[in-house]
């Protein structure tokens, strides 16, 4: 019944086994929501039911007196700064006279147990006066709206400029309308965490995130503590996927055990998790492509709206991300896009798997097929007429220095053999549309096959000084020298630190290789997101194994040599006033092929097979960039046929697992994966991250297919049976979401001078 | 209400309160964090176990149940040195990522080979239609299930 567990020791370009592997098979591997101390307490969250509302009074006396009950916080029992935020202090700790989006906290207890501290949130009384709340990203920018912010519903508008769109070198145009719904990152791990007060006054938090230090730059104001006093911990981190970008339990936990002097520990639960982190952004989008009748892309105009919800996030940038990479992987000389992210009393947006890119790529892969259909070109044809490629010159006026093998990812994804033809009788039955269920044997089969091409920058934009540290030190030992990695960097399952280690082997020639675990006490690694870890940690670490190797030339290993290491990327810019600029460091490209059956008289898919090619400058670990490729396309697929936040007056109606469906192991199809290796110049080791890419293309790779087997527009992601049977009509619109009058291309709260978050770390470092 | 249970041949008593879950029991109460809550609704199978040899969603089931039983868990299968043949495909084939559906995976995966030492992927497929995974896209699970029954036979 047993093997044993062979050493797994291998460098750069092997499949090396993860280094977190074994404790995660056995169970022992412990997660923000695993960790427990003694004397502990439950925490719980109160969270508002409305979309907006006044707060008239907050009654705790009843709470307060409940059984086991250590602490109820309400907003009069904030230390000291009553916001956070990861890019504008704009989100209150517990609601504050106002809550603006239903699911808000408002009120926070401490219990001996679980139970006694939700049946203590029972028993707050809250009096509120329910307002009109906005609901609708497109009613925000009305005139008469109701205001989710003192100063208006505009986030942010970027405007872009590039050519003449109405340049009459364009012989035919197609104009389209899509629309995709909110996504939810859905990680299994809950937000969890463990804050521990310490004897100095100060707290030591124990917590699953993405990025430790601009937590603590967000949580040490809120306690009123330095930043030396909060010292932040990396839990075990159950999926992540953009939505542990922002602060969830960290200050809640912290606040509790700082008034009640034990530690605090805090779980969602799926429902709780739901409302306690951002979603991907719903979009709107309204392209206009132009072409000469040979299929020469002219001309681009874009409309762009995002929902951003309730608080600001990582919105400004998510937009920012949206409007760059608006026009598609393709070379187009005259663009315009106007993208906006608005407020509403909505769950907060921010951070998915893709960063904007999915959203546009819907909009602009679903144009493309429009206009191949138009001028009777093959849709890939069509695309490679027009593919960036190196020197290629981007709607922002950016020359792509780096790799851009938009061409060789294509031509590869057509060099995968199709999935075979299978009859249509005669199967087993869990090989139908909606097999499980058992309601078709066949009998109105349609296949369609659909293509996706996308593209997705790497690492942090517009002039963000975007670093990581990292500390190797190799010391003597027994058994030949052994290496450890210091890193505050975060693994949330993509192999960051098997990379790390990996890298580590070949540069030093070591087998033995520890990651320690991920704290405060070493400086920033920056945030493990935007497909950039590998390319920053990963060159940090390289960067101090060529110290460690520089010493070794001098003399042997005698004593432990320790090297730490920074690494930055070359400068961005921001965009100027006409969203001219060079925004971006690196692009990474990808193109699917989705294959799929539909039932088109019950409305079921099954999609028979993905094929994938992305490039990745240099792989580093092919079972783990293709584990990623893999469960980044199974994301996609969700947002193509099945998952969306359905919110009703602000709402969300289907906060459980339940109700918001992501893909089962019969939903996914077999994924043929294959790489373009070639590598970036001036990236380290010509690696790109590989995290994101897959995610931008599936949902339109699949939904372009769904337009082939069944004929229909399908115009909004994710496309549901009724929208396959024709029940439901296309998405409509009354025309183009109008341009709002803004100061200029940054964040409107920047303009009113609201408090920095992440952009406050970038200037203290400068200093 | 006390609750004596054995877990993995080990006796064990707790007192909980009426509404709490084999789950609830288990990790709160007994330690045995292997068995993770995700979902409180038996929707994603993260919490896998085992109740008189029988699969069950321990959050569905009430911890009085328990009482007098045999629970088994994922603890039960592995531990740093010696890994069931399963834990050690899923390394193999690169099955796991964040590893948070993991241990759950594990355990229905090796519940479904003590039933079917040779699955196909459709049986397999059907098995494991209870357990989500959010990081894979399941292929290399699939990938993971066919090499143990290969080890295992």
Redesign the interface.
């Known amino acids: 019944?047993?093997?044993?567990?062979a050493p797994t020791g291998s460098g750069i370009g092997t499949?090396a086994?993860?280094v977190?592997?074994?404790?995660?098979?056995?169970?022992?591997?412990?997660?923000g929501?695993?960790l427990d101390a003694e004397n502990s307490l439950w925490g719980f969250t109160l969270r508002s039911p409305h979309a907006s509302a006044r707060i008239r009074s907050i009654d705790v006396t009843a709470a307060r007196r409940g059984d086991g009950v250590a602490a109820v916080l309400t907003a009069d029992d904030l230390p000291a700064r009553r916001t956070f935020g990861l890019e504008f202090c704009d989100q209150p700790i517990l609601g504050d006279g106002v809550v603006r989006y239903a699911g808000e906290p408002v009120a926070i207890v401490a219990a001996e147990?679980?139970?006694e501290a939700r049946q203590a949130a029972s028993a707050v009384i809250v009096d509120y006066e329910p307002l009109v709340p906005v609901t609708d990203m497109e009613a925000a920018l009305e005139p008469g709206s109701p205001r989710v912010h003192d100063f208006g519903n505009v986030l942010r508008h970027v405007h872009i400029l590039h050519g003449d769109v109405d340049s009459p070198e364009a012989e035919v145009w197609v104009d389209g309308y899509f629309e995709t719904g909110t996504q939810d990152?859905?990680?299994?791990?809950?937000e969890a965490g463990l804050a521990v007060p310490a004897s100095d006054g100060g707290i030591d938090l124990y917590v699953a995130t993405q990025w430790l230090h601009v937590d603590r730059q967000q949580i040490a104001p809120c306690l009123g503590l330095p930043e030396e006093k909060v010292r932040i911990t990396l839990a075990?981190?159950?999926?992540?996927?953009g939505s542990r970008e922002d602060v969830h339990m960290q200050i809640h936990a912290s606040l509790l055990a700082l008034k009640t002097g034990r530690p605090v520990r805090m779980?969602y639960?799926?429902e709780e998790s739901f409302h306690g982190h951002v979603h991907r952004h719903p979009s709107r989008t309204w392209i206009r492509y132009g072409a000469t009748r040979d299929g020469r892309l002219v001309a681009c105009d874009v409309r762009l709206l995002l929902d951003g919800g309730a608080y600001a996030s990582s919105s400004p940038a998510v937009i920012s991300n949206a409007s760059t990479f608006a026009s598609g992987p393709y070379e187009v000389p005259n663009v315009r896009v106007e993208g906006t992210v608005v407020y509403t009393n909505t769950p907060p947006c921010g951070a998915m798997r893709g960063f904007g890119a999915p959203q546009v790529c819907f909009a602009y892969e679903s144009a493309m097929d429009l206009l191949a259909a138009e001028l009777g070109i093959d849709p890939l044809e069509l695309r490679l007429r027009n593919a960036l490629h190196t020197g290629s010159v981007l709607p922002t006026g950016q020359v792509i220095t780096g790799t851009a093998p938009v061409r060789e990812v294509i031509e590869k994804l057509q060099a995968i053999p199709m999935p075979p033809e299978e009859p249509a009788s005669g199967r087993?039955p869990?090989?139908y549309p909606g097999g499980?269920g058992n309601v078709s044997r066949g009998e109105s089969l349609r296949r369609g096959v659909g293509y996706a091409v996308g593209y997705k920058n790497i690492a942090y934009s517009e002039g963000f000084d975007d670093a990581a540290e990292a500390t190797v030190t190799l010391r003597p030992g027994p058994d030949g020298p052994v290496a450890s990695i210091r890193t505050a960097a975060v693994e949330?399952?993509?192999?960051l630190y098997t990379v790390l280690a990996q890298i580590v082997r070949s540069e030093l020639g070591v087998e033995d290789v520890v990651v320690e675990p991920a704290t405060t006490e070493s400086g920033s690694a920056g945030s493990t997101s935007a497909s950039r870890q590998t390319t920053m940690s990963g060159g940090a670490v390289l960067g101090a194994c060529a110290e460690i190797k520089q010493e070794l030339a001098k003399h042997p290993l005698e004593e432990p040599i320790s090297r730490t290491f920074t690494y930055h990327h070359r400068p961005t810019t921001e965009l100027d006033e006409h969203g001219q600029g060079d925004p971006h460091v690196a692009f990474a490209f990808a193109a699917e092929r989705a294959v799929v059956e539909v039932d088109v008289e019950l409305g079921l898919v099954r999609v028979l097979q993905i094929a994938a090619v992305q490039d990745a400058g240099r792989v580093l670990n092919p079972?783990?960039a293709?584990?990623q490729v893999?469960?980044?396309?199974?994301?996609g697929l969700g947002l193509a046929v099945m998952e969306e936040l359905q919110l009703q007056d602000g709402n969300i109606r289907n906060a459980?697992?339940?109700d918001y469906l992501?893909?089962?192991?019969?939903d996914?199809p077999?994924?043929v994966t294959e790489f373009v290796e070639v590598p970036e110049p001036g990236a380290p080791l010509g690696v790109k991250g590989v995290g994101e890419m897959a995610t931008v293309v599936a949902t339109s790779a699949v939904i372009a297919a769904l337009r082939d087997a069944t004929g229909r527009t399908l115009n909004r992601a994710p496309a549901t049976p009724e929208d396959l049977v024709g029940i439901r009509p296309p998405a409509t619109t009354a025309g183009p979401a109008p341009v709002p009058d803004v100061p200029g291309q940054k964040a409107i709260p920047e303009y009113l001078g609201l408090g920095l978050g992440q952009q406050e770390l970038m200037k203290a470092r400068e200093r | 209400m006390l609750i004596r249970t054995t877990v993995n041949g080990r006796d064990c008593e707790a007192d909980v309160w009426p509404g709490a879950s084999l789950l609830a029991l288990l990790r709160d109460e007994l330690g045995f964090t292997g068995s993770k809550n995700a979902c409180e609704q038996g929707e994603c199978g993260s919490c896998s176990a085992w109740l008189d040899g029988e699969l069950v969603c321990a959050c569905l089931v009430p911890a009085v149940q328990a009482d007098g039983a045999a629970v088994r868990t994922v603890e039960s299968l592995g531990d740093g040195e010696r890994l069931h043949a399963v834990q050690d495909a899923f390394l193999a084939a690169g099955a796991v990522q964040c590893g948070f559906c993991t241990p759950g995976m594990v355990v229905a995966a090796v519940d479904l080979l003590e039933r079917n030492p040779q699955p196909s992927d459709e049986t397999i497929r059907e098995a494991l239609a209870g357990n989500l995974c959010r990081c894979t896209g399941y292929q290399k699970i699939l990938d993971a299930v066919h090499l143990a029954a290969a080890e295992l036979s």
């Open positions: 019944m047993s093997t044993t567990v499949s086994r993860r977190d592997g074994i404790p995660k098979v056995t169970g022992e591997y412990a997660y929501s695993d147990t679980l139970e990152q859905a990680a299994l791990g809950p075990g981190v159950g999926g992540a996927f779980s639960g799926r087993d869990i090989s499980a949330y399952g993509q192999g079972q783990g293709t584990g893999e469960g980044g396309t199974a994301m459980s697992f339940t992501i893909p089962t192991i019969l996914a077999p994924i």
